[in-house]
Structures are given as structure tokens and as C-alpha cells.
């Protein structure tokens, strides 16, 4: 008998990039309002568990460096590679008045397992 496939545990590390600095402070609404929407998004995806997300927004001003630290960051088990990636291409595909969201964020998905240690 065949084992149910285990889910694949996805940290999706999202940066603020400085095109959203930019922006007029009438139009940053609009920016975390598409956000809200890619996260609904997220949520009711097949196979999809958000586990937790981590907003680094409070404690860290500005645009978020190349890599670590992340300005939020999106916990979930997907059902495969595929899933993760169609949540990244969330942020390709996602609009924000004439643009997209990834003008203003990135994202990068690392992949793994739960940790879980032999008892």
C-alpha cells in the first residue's frame, strides 16, 4: 500500500522593493490591498496550508536587502513544487492599477520537509 504523499513545507520570503517607496502615499493603499488579495489568494488554494506568516514591518524601515532579513515572510505546506510555484507567480500576475505586484515585492520560495527528530 502506497503512502499518502507528505506535503511540501514552502517559506516564502517576500521583500518590499523601493518602486513601493516611491509611490505616492495615495497609492500605497493600493499596493497593500493587492497584497491582501494575493494572500486570500494563497489561502484558498487546493492542497494549500498557511501555517503563519511573520511581519518583519514593525522593526525594519525600508526596502529589505538582497536575501535575509525578508520584510514578511508566508509559512504553508503546499501539495507539490508546482503549488509553490504558482504562488510565486502570484506576485507576476497580481494588479495593481496598470502594474503588477511584483514592482513593488519579490518573492522566494525554499522548500523543504517538517523537521521532525526520532523519538
Not at 4 to 21: S, T
Not at 32 to 54: D, I, Q, S, W
Not at 62 to 77: E, M, V
Amino acid at each position: 500500500m502506497t503512502e499518502p504523499a507528505k506535503p511540501i513545507r514552502a517559506l516564502f520570503c517576500c521583500a518590499v522593493l523601493q518602486g513601493f517607496f516611491d509611490l505616492p502615499s495615495a497609492q500605497i493603499p493600493d499596493v497593500l490591498k493587492a497584497t491582501g488579495r494575493l494572500l486570500e489568494t494563497v489561502r484558498a488554494m487546493p492542497g494549500v496550508t498557511v501555517l503563519g506568516t511573520f511581519d518583519d514591518d514593525e522593526t525594519m524601515v525600508g526596502t529589505s536587502p538582497d536575501g535575509f532579513p525578508w520584510t514578511f515572510y508566508i509559512l504553508a505546506d503546499v501539495p507539490d513544487r508546482n503549488a509553490a510555484v504558482e504562488v510565486c507567480n502570484l506576485f507576476r500576475t497580481t494588479e495593481v492599477g496598470e502594474y503588477r505586484l511584483w514592482k513593488y515585492m519579490r518573492v522566494e520560495a525554499r522548500l523543504g520537509r517538517e523537521l521532525v527528530m526520532p523519538t
